[in-house]
Every structure is written in structure tokens, then in C-alpha cells.
């Protein structure tokens, strides 16, 4: 087994709080086994252009509270292509580094993936606030986001109580309904809607709202996942049909701002160190994931394939209970 001396950390896509817990955690484990860390600028943009920081232990000492990720980061269109991917590999090769460790999203294990082929060996740590890389039960920064948004909406729910309307909150997720879910079950929401659930039935929700009104309600509350439906759209059916003064926010970024709290500060601690025993050890081209609150990892190649993180039913038939 070849001796690891140096490696290099990125992070990808979006940003989510507890990547700078992961880079910290790299840093401090490599310190551990004499192995140098590089840092990489703005993701795979800063392998293709060859943009870098030294990481030693005084430049991640105090980094856990941090929001946001100290190597910045960015969505690569350049790195689909594989002349960019292959300007990548070489400045690696050239600079003797002997892995990375790429923390983000399912577009990062993707990148990661095509990367391979490179014959760079790669490591993900899954970052996304969106939940939405398959293979792991959790992903760094899920937990910090559902709570801005629990909070942001209980501030909403208060203006809603104060005017007697309805209020249709937005909140991200992509593809993803996990913040909607949680941050609507732990506001009481009147109705949750989710990709994974929707269907395109509004009447479900207007006749919701509606016999909550006949029960004697006068301030309403639907959580949205981004892209399921146009929340403005949905506001202004409510209002058709129901004559209740519907209201719109969008949550927006500042779900992926802010201090992480202890759990995704925890979790990227973990991974972080795990990922470096992953390749103190040998292993090639892998991705840390939790399993049963367990670390594991998968080949990369097929991580995609592994559904550990699907929408749990108990989880959706309980808001629907919840909200009745």
C-alpha cells in the first residue's frame, strides 16, 4: 500500500452549514498520520484552475461555528466536460497530491464519479441541505436548515394569527421534501406538500383550509417544498376558493446560512475524520454515509444505485394525522 502524504479538500455545489466541521476535522485527522492537506477554491472550478490554500491546524482551529464553507465553493459546468476533468487530474498529478476529499451533494458524487476515470482517487463527504444523496440517511447541513426554516416559520405563523390569513411558506429541498416535512411538522402546519407526495390536487388543500375555517379557525399555514408547485399560484387559488387573504414567503438562502448547530457540527467532525481513515487505509474512491447512525461507505460508482434515504411513510402519514 502506497504511503499517503498529501491530499487535497474541496467543496462542491451548495453550500451547508458543518462543511467547515468536515474541513476540520480533515485537517486534524491528517495531522494524525503526517499528511499534508491542500484546500481547494470554489470546488472543482479551483482543481480545473488550479486555485489553492494550505490547510494546516491553525487555519481550521476556530472554523466549527462557522456558516458556509472557508474554501468557498461553486457549480462547475466546465468539469462536465473532459478536457476540464483531465486539466484537473494534471494539476494533481503534477502538484503529487495523493487524493481529494470533495464534500457536497449528489452533483458533486456525480462529478466525482466521471472524475475517477482520471485515475485520481476520490472521497465524498455528502454536504447538502437538501438530503437528497441517496445512499446516506443524513447529509451535512440538513439539520441546521430544517431548524432556520422551523424558526422563520413560526414567525410567520405569528403575523398569520395576528391578520387572520393564510400563509404559504417556501422552503428548499429541490427534489427533496425532508425540510418541508420537518420544518412543517414542527410548525403545525394545515397542509405539507412534498415532491414526493404531490400530485397536482389542490382541492386537498383548499378543502382543508376550508374545513378548518367551518371549525372555527382564522389563520392558516401551508408549507411548500421549492419547485413541487408555483406557491403563488397555490396562494392565490386558496384565495379563490376559500376568500381567505393568502400571503407568500419564500425562505430562500438563508436556510444554508448560519451557524451549524451540534448535530451537523458532530456529523461533519465524523465524516471528516472518517474520510482520512478511509484513505490512511488504502480504500479508493468511496463515499462516507450514515447508516442506522452509523459511519459506512460505498463505492462511488454505486452510491447512486443504494436507497437508504427514501421519504419514510410513517413520517408522511403521521403530518397528514397531525394536520387534521
Known sequence: ??????IAVLTSGG???GMNSAIRAVVYSAYQFGIEVVGILRGYEGLIDWETKPL?????????????????????DRFLQPEYRK???DNLKKNEIDAVIAIGGDGTLRGAIEFQKEEINIVCIPGTIDRDVACTEYTLGFDTAANTATDAIDKIRDSSVSHGRCSVVEVMGRKRGYIALWAGMATAADAIILPEKWEGDYDSVTEAIKKRHADGRDSY??????????????ADRIRERTG???????LGYIQRGGSPSAKDRMYGSLMGAYAVEILN????NRIVAIKNDILIDYDIAKAPEIKNNQLDSFQYELSLKLSD
Open 244 to 250: 381567505i387573504e393568502s400571503r407568500v414567503s419564500v
Open 221 to 234: 399555514l401551508v408549507v411548500v417544498a421549492e419547485g413541487v408547485t408555483d406557491a403563488p399560484e397555490l
Open 1 to 6: 500500500m502506497d504511503i499517503m502524504k498529501k
Open 87 to 89: 486539466q484537473a487530474a
Open 281 to 284: 487505509n488504502g480504500k479508493q
Open 15 to 17: 453550500d451547508a452549514p
Open 56 to 76: 494546516g491546524l491553525d487555519e481550521v482551529r476556530n472554523i466549527n461555528n462557522q456558516g458556509g464553507t472557508i474554501l468557498y465553493t461553486s457549480r462547475s
